[in-house]
């Protein structure tokens, strides 16, 4: 069973920048599909972006132009890179196999607030 741990997440401002990671155990990271998911407070889970095992990448709309997904399957690691914050964005991140079948980390909380 593939493990999942997040980090990166915080408190930041409004039009601030933050980087998550995603560190998977395992072999199978670099044959997998992944996603970032999120879920605030009283919302269901979405997925909001994802990353092919070749590096294609896909957003919610949401998202679109304000993040960016990526991988090292060399480190068993994805990421995402959040710029131009907002309080909407305020959420506990999780990553997963894109669709989300493995079990599900800890995530980590991002707070986007003034």
């Known amino acids: 069973q593939v493990q999942l741990v997040e980090s990166g997440g915080g408190l930041v401002q409004p039009g601030g920048s933050l980087r998550l990671s995603c560190a998977a155990s395992g072999t199978i990271f670099s044959i997998s599909p992944m996603g970032w998911y999120r879920q605030a407070p009283g919302k269901q889970r979405e997925l909001v972006a994802a990353i092919s095992t070749r590096g294609s990448t896909t957003y919610s709309d949401s998202v679109k132009g304000r993040f960016t997904i990526s991988r090292d399957n060399a480190k068993n690691t994805a990421y995402l890179q959040m710029d131009s914050l907002k309080p909407e964005d305020t959420a506990v991140y999780y990553c997963?196999?894109?669709?989300?079948?493995?079990?599900w980390g800890q995530g980590t909380q991002v707070t986007v607030s003034s």
């Open positions: 997963n196999i894109q669709p989300p079948i493995w079990d």
